[in-house]
Nanobody, 120 residues
Framework: QVQVVESGGGLVQPGGSLRLSCALS????????MGWNRQAPGKQSESVAS???????DYADSVKGRFIITRDNAKNTVYLQMNSLSPEDTAVYYC??????????????WGQGTQVTVSS
């Protein structure tokens, strides 16, 4: 079984920064693309950023130039550096990873979510 644990959310003022982390652990596995989605109150979930196992990245237009996604393959961890935050970035952020457990079935794995609130 593979666990996905996020950390780093919180309250920040407009214009501030936060760094989210997401670590995978558990039984032996291979992890491919990792990413972050977010869901704001009353809105649909949206993909924020993703990164492949070789480091190719993709960003939502709304965060390009402000957010940076990176990963540490040795630690099975993905990060989301969020800069120039605005109230529109307020949401629950969910980590996701395309995981193939050894002896198991390849499938998306999701974390429980971490709240990011941007407010003065």
């Amino acid at each position: 079984q593979v666990q996905v644990v996020e950390s780093g959310g919180g309250l920040v003022q407009p214009g501030g920064s936060l760094r989210l982390s997401c670590a995978l652990s558990g039984s032996p596995f291979m992890v491919y693309t990792m990413g972050w989605n977010r869901q704001a109150p009353g809105k649909q979930s949206e993909s924020v950023a993703s990164i492949t196992s070789i480091g190719s990245t993709d960003y939502a237009d709304s965060v390009k130039g402000r957010f940076i996604i990176t990963r540490d393959n040795a630690k099975n961890t993905v990060y989301l550096q969020m800069n120039s935050l605005s109230p529109e970035d307020t949401a629950v952020y969910y980590c996701n990873a395309d995981v193939n457990p050894v002896g198991g079935t390849r499938a998306p794995h999701w974390g429980q979510g971490t709240q990011v609130t941007v407010s003065s």
